[in-house]
């Protein structure tokens, strides 16, 4: 049960296992990279000011149920 255990960990087969799988990776065009990065970065800001909106929101609900002033 050892041997087998560092069958499956030995470093050598590992590189050359990964490599093999990285070739059969259909890689994406320049233009699908940049196209999907702008999706992201779009969605990350929606999401953010999203966010930020609710956040102010309930500070202000909170703020005027404590009553706090500043």
């Known amino acids: 049960m050892k041997g087998d255990f560092l069958v499956a960990f030995n470093p050598l087969t590992y590189v050359k296992e990964s490599k093999a799988e990285?070739?059969?990776v259909i890689?994406?065009?320049r233009?699908?990279?940049?196209?999907l990065t702008?999706?992201?970065l779009l969605v990350a800001v929606v999401v953010?000011?999203?966010v930020a909106g609710l956040?102010?929101?309930f500070t202000k609900i909170t703020e005027s149920l404590l009553k706090v002033h500043k």
């Open 27 to 29: 890689w994406p065009t």
């Open 48 to 50: 953010g000011a999203y």
């Open 22 to 24: 990285l070739e059969k």
């Open 31 to 35: 233009q699908e990279t940049l196209r």
């Open 55 to 57: 956040d102010t929101i």
């Open 38 to 40: 702008v999706i992201v």
